[in-house]
């Protein structure tokens, strides 16, 4: 599907609508994917599928319906269904009409690549056969999945307003392990062109056999050196409780906390849909997304706010538009282990979960590598451990960042946090 047909689409469903406020959202996704487990291909598909979404109202009322048949003769049946649901729905006292005409979309650049979208499967097949080459050759066993996605999107209202986005990704993600000795990596862009399978490849496959004869780790307190992945395992868990209206309500760590510190002043986190994270211009309701700065060293600026909560409390409307950057510094990871005397250093975090959302309290486990460092050397692998952290505590206590990567939705630097104690829970 191209965007044009996307809009057309849209356009002609808001036609359908034939009420007071109607509003439009057209999303298509082609995925195409190969698995891999145990140095084999188990799965290797190419789907396509698009949704519409059609919501009426009348100014008090409005109800939406979903649907993928974009014939007119289907839109027609849905339109009808939408307006049927909407007579027989009561009065919402949230109601709000589409946003007013002369809505301005950021152009996203670089968010499409033309060969990606093409999704062509000789590319993927090449980088999983090389990576279970690589894995075979190391005598590991390689797993995980290599996706290529062209996403469409398009929104249309009775106000007037037109848009459309196009964009493409590719994902790569991996782990190779023997036993419990084990390395993961992720990796994605926009085009394959940026996607170094086979820098990684073998980067990975050293990383797993270092991690072999683990040991339980010493209890004390450390410096623990979270690589660029860890850190972006942190992140959703902040980005899904900024939201104005549960902080208003007195629901998450954010309640009160507008305009003041709640956290350290190197910790600074942003969002700029045309930054090198990509993101969306708009939402599923037509608002445009803007860069915007959520935490700046340590002090709360914005919080995702939707447009009802924004018109209530005086507030402009906010989303969070699929993308987040963690400010950082200069230097890898490796350079920032050559500085730390003591420490713990983390790779990544998995099956992490929330303990107390008014506090921002998780919990989690490490995963496919965790070591001990002493006096700027990676020693001895240490096994996989429990923790409980606050994240905005962790990041009071930041001693060093280093250069932002690219972790799929978020660009974000490695991070060295001090004073931690172990066992962390």
């Not at 919402?92 to 589409?98: F, G, I, L, Q, S």
């Not at 208003?248 to 700029?272: H, W």
């Not at 005086?314 to 987040?324: A, I, Q």
């Not at 996989?384 to 990041?395: A, C």
């Amino acid at each position: 599907m191209t965007a044009e047909r996307a809009v057309e689409i849209a356009a002609k469903a808001v036609e359908a609508g034939g009420t007071l406020h109607a509003s439009a959202f057209v999303s298509f996704d082609r995925v195409a994917s190969v698995r891999f487990g145990k140095n084999s291909i188990t799965q290797n598909q190419d789907t396509g599928s698009v949704s519409v979404t059609l919501t009426v109202g009348d100014g008090s009322r409005k109800a939406s319906v979903s649907f993928e048949d974009t014939t007119p003769e289907s839109m027609e049946r849905a339109a009808s269904k939408a307006r049927t649901l909407m007579e027989a729905s009561p009065a919402d006292p949230e109601y709000m009409p589409p946003p007013e005409e002369g809505q301005v979309y950021p152009f996203i650049s670089d968010s499409l690549d033309p060969e990606a979208a093409e999704c062509p499967v000789q590319r993927r097949i090449e980088a999983v056969k090389g990576l279970i080459d690589t894995a075979e050759g190391f005598g590991l066993e390689a797993g995980g999945i290599c996706s290529n996605v062209h996403t469409v999107m398009a929104h249309a209202s009775s106000t007037g307003n037109l848009a459309s986005h196009e964009k493409t990704a590719v994902t790569l993600s991996f782990t190779m392990d023997r036993g419990s000795a084990s390395s993961f990596r992720q990796l994605h862009h926009e085009s394959w062109g940026s996607i170094p399978w086979r820098e990684a490849s073998e980067q990975v496959a050293r990383e797993a056999l270092a991690n072999a004869d683990q040991r339980d780790g010493e209890p004390g307190e450390y410096s623990i050196i979270f690589e660029p992945q860890a850190v972006a395992d942190l992140l959703p868990f902040l980005a899904w409780s900024m939201d104005a209206r549960r902080a208003d309500e007195g629901l998450t760590v954010f309640s009160g906390m507008q305009g003041k510190q709640l956290s350290g002043q190197r910790f600074t986190l942003r969002s700029d849909p045309d930054g090198p994270a990509k993101g969306i211009p708009f939402n599923d309701e037509g608002v445009p997304s803007r860069d915007s700065v959520w935490i700046r060293n340590g002090t709360l600026e914005n919080l995702a706010c939707d447009r009802y909560w924004a018109a209530k409390t005086g507030r402009e409307p906010l989303f969070l538009p699929d993308c987040l950057e963690m400010k950082g510094d200069a230097g890898s990871t490796r350079d920032l282990i050559r500085k730390t005397t003591r420490g713990i250093l983390v790779r990544r975090l998995w099956y992490i979960r929330f303990v107390d959302q008014k506090t921002l309290l998780l919990t989690g486990m490490t995963r496919d590598g965790v070591f001990m460092v002493r006096d700027g050397r990676t020693e001895e692998p240490i096994r996989d451990f429990r923790w409980n952290w606050r994240p905005l505590e962790l990041f009071e206590r930041i001693e060093a960042l280093g250069a932002p990567e690219r972790k799929s939705y978020a660009f974000v630097p490695p991070v060295v946090v001090g004073g931690v104690k172990f066992p962390c829970v």
